[in-house]
């Protein structure tokens, strides 16, 4: 296993299209979390799953975005009618938790860097 | 005010130096506290993890945790140019939250 792997790395759009993002964790790992980072920043959470549920949204997560984890191995993160004000670094982090404890921290993929024109 | 508050730095120090890196925070609720590594346009990556109160050694890193002052520190002795990167601090309720909590991160430069 080589890690969280994110796709793709790069992507330009025009404001107002709609971009997917792809996280495949850790093989493993069982909790998956989305984070956002902007320039000078620390990275933002989104949300995070749980094998396929969603258990966690952050109020930075408008309804123009959404991410799904259908059967608990990889999660897509897709934003709607993206805005400029969406250009940033989309992180995804994997886990592996039991019997509600941590067992291995987050590792985090290299990210998808979204530019919004 | 953010819950987490980091100095941005940028912090230069010459090769071989003892580096001190440090964070504050708000909720006395936070119980885990990690140190990440970040290089330019990269994920972080994780460096050290502890749990409450105490010092936890890594070879050149050291971590330490004050709850009853709110403080976090990292020490990297014997600081090396391949150490130039961001780190971030990060803290998180218990083992079953699900979300970290970041600083924004401290730029850190070793001069050969």
């Known amino acids: 296993d080589t890690g969280v792997s994110q796709n793709p790395r790069h992507k330009i759009t025009k404001r107002g299209q709609n971009v997917t993002f792809r996280c495949d964790p850790i093989?493993?790992?069982?909790?998956l979390y989305w984070y956002r980072q902007t320039l000078g920043q620390g990275p933002e959470f989104l949300t995070y799953?749980?094998?396929?549920?969603?258990?966690?949204k952050s109020r930075l997560l408008s309804d123009r975005f959404s991410a799904e984890r259908p059967k608990g191995s990889f999660s897509t993160l897709e934003i709607q009618r993206t805005e400029q004000g969406d250009s940033a670094m989309y992180l995804c982090?994997?886990?592996?938790?039991?019997?509600?404890?941590?067992?291995?921290?987050?590792?985090f993929g290299q990210g998808t860097r979204l530019t919004v024109v | 005010q953010k819950e987490v508050e980091q100095d941005p730095g940028p912090l230069s120090v010459p090769e071989g130096a003892i580096v001190s890196l440090n964070c504050t925070y708000s909720?006395?609720?936070?119980?885990?506290f990690m140190w990440y590594r970040q290089y330019s346009r990269k994920g972080p990556e994780l460096l050290m993890y502890?749990?409450?109160?105490g010092n936890k050694e890594d070879g050149r890193f050291t971590a330490q945790v004050d709850k009853s002052s709110k403080y976090i520190s990292l020490f990297i002795r014997d600081s090396q140019p391949s150490d130039s990167a961001t780190y971030l601090c990060?803290?998180?309720?218990?083992?079953?939250?699900?979300?970290?909590?970041f600083g924004d991160g401290t730029t850190l430069t070793v001069k050969p």
């Open positions: 982090a994997s886990s592996f938790m039991r019997g509600g404890n941590l067992v291995t921290e987050a590792f």
């Open positions: 093989s493993e790992h069982n909790r």
């Open positions: 799953f749980q094998n396929e549920a969603q258990l966690e």
């Open positions: 909720n006395s609720a936070f119980q885990y």
């Open positions: 502890t749990y409450s109160s």
């Open positions: 990060a803290m998180i309720l218990n083992t079953n939250a699900g979300k970290s909590t």
